[in-house]
């Protein structure tokens, strides 16, 4: 939907899956096995638990936007709770990291990329698109990191001409 370019590290993986589901054509990239192909999904359960999965990293990067989700989702915290991760530790240099515990779930894989970003201070940065028939993930790489739109060019536009319009109108109607 946008140019920008994929986030960082492991938040590619989450990027990539809230933008399985475009919300203003309603396509869902999971109902195809091209689709559900990168996250390694099998259909039935797994798509439904990725589903689930995807509208609570939406709630959260739409969180980290300054944003309130756009329909219920599941506490991502909550499903999270089910992904075990383990410490690694380097016999060369002590550093440490947290890797899935079962590295073909996608859930753990996605908490293993939620840490990583937390402990490189990037996570926060995975928003979504302010437009509500949009809310594109996307990486604010913005020096101030408070960029609104997923692309200045589509959602940033459509956003400013309807607030153009709205002061131009003689009642001042924001509808």
Known sequence: ????????????????????????????????????????????????????????????????????????????????????LLVTVSEEDGSAGLVPAEPSSLTSRVAAAIAEAVAAGTWARLKACEAGDCHWAYYDRSPAGRSRWCDMGVCGARAKMRAYRARKSPRGDRS
């Open 1 to 84: 939907m946008n140019d920008r370019a994929p986030a960082p590290g492991g938040l590619a993986l989450i990027q990539a899956l809230v933008n399985t589901l475009d919300l203003e054509s309603g396509a869902d990239a999971l109902q195809t096995p091209e689709g559900r192909a990168p996250f390694g999904l099998a259909p039935g359960a797994e798509v439904a638990a990725a589903r689930e999965l995807r509208e609570a990293l939406r709630v959260a990067c739409l969180a980290h936007a300054g944003h309130g989700p756009h329909a219920p989702a599941p506490p991502l915290g909550q499903l999270l709770a089910t992904a075990p």
